[in-house]
């Protein structure tokens, strides 16, 4: 049981470049989330999605798209990366224990954009 | 749109107590407050949650006063491998609101 993995762990991009990164989770939760933390800021909520098909804008979404096409993936996506960006990527996900959602977290993806 | 606010940083000595704070004064009705702990280059993970009064757990006590506008997380005779990072999380996607909430983090540094 692997809980939330996270791929890549690392990435370097250059401006105005395009990746996705990628969150899978085994537990058959039916929410998943994605958020970014930087110094200072703590962690703020991008996106997320309560079930397979559906995704919904969090705190800060601007410059960041998501798809949930499987329920155990949720992908992330940077369309033209910009070094505002530049920050460390977490996914978490969860049951649909109302209102009680206990997260899971993966280890991070640290992205750097020059 | 509510706001949680946690002390940046706390020193202690390995054998004492902790008690870290969050303010949450627009706290909604049916909001839980969740408390995670942070170890550089992880991700969070589940502490203790709680919606009145007090829970405690094998690792932590979470303390709520009868307003819910602030939580108090206690960690009992702190180590140094409880040197982290703390946040509060207030609401979830289920609650009236749909908000998640988070402090910005306390770093708990534990000194021997």
């Known amino acids: 049981n692997a809980g939330v993995t996270q791929t890549p762990k690392f990435r370097v991009l250059k401006t105005g470049q395009s990746m996705t990164l990628l969150c899978a989770q085994d537990m058959n939760h039916e929410y998943m989330y994605w958020y970014r933390q930087d110094p200072g800021m703590g962690l703020r909520l991008i996106h997320y999605?309560?079930?397979?098909?559906?995704?919904a804008k969090g705190e800060v979404p601007d410059g960041y798209n998501v798809s949930r096409l499987k329920k155990q993936n949720f992908l992330l996506g940077l369309e033209s990366a910009a070094p505002s960006q530049t920050s460390v990527y977490f996914c978490?996900?969860?049951?649909?224990?109302?209102?009680?959602?206990?997260?899971?977290f993966g280890p991070g993806t640290r992205l750097l954009v020059l | 749109l509510a706001k949680t606010t946690q002390p940046i940083s706390m020193d202690s000595y390995e054998g004492q107590e902790v008690n870290i704070t969050c303010s949450h004064n627009?706290?909604?009705?049916?909001?839980?407050i969740t408390w995670y702990q942070q170890f550089p280059s992880q991700g969070p993970r589940f502490i203790i949650q709680?919606?009145?009064t007090k829970v405690t757990n094998e690792v932590a006590s979470l303390f709520i006063p009868a307003d819910r506008k602030s939580s108090t997380l206690s960690l009992p005779r702190v180590s140094l491998s409880d040197t982290a990072v703390y946040y509060c999380?207030?609401?979830?996607?289920?609650?009236?609101?749909?908000?998640?909430?988070f402090g910005q983090g306390t770093t708990l540094q534990v000194k021997p």
């Open positions: 627009n706290i909604a009705t049916n909001d839980y």
């Open positions: 999380l207030v609401g979830s996607l289920s609650s009236n609101t749909g908000k998640l909430i």
């Open positions: 709680g919606y009145k």
């Open positions: 978490a996900s969860s049951r649909r224990d109302s209102p009680t959602e206990t997260q899971y």
């Open positions: 999605s309560v079930g397979e098909g559906t995704t």
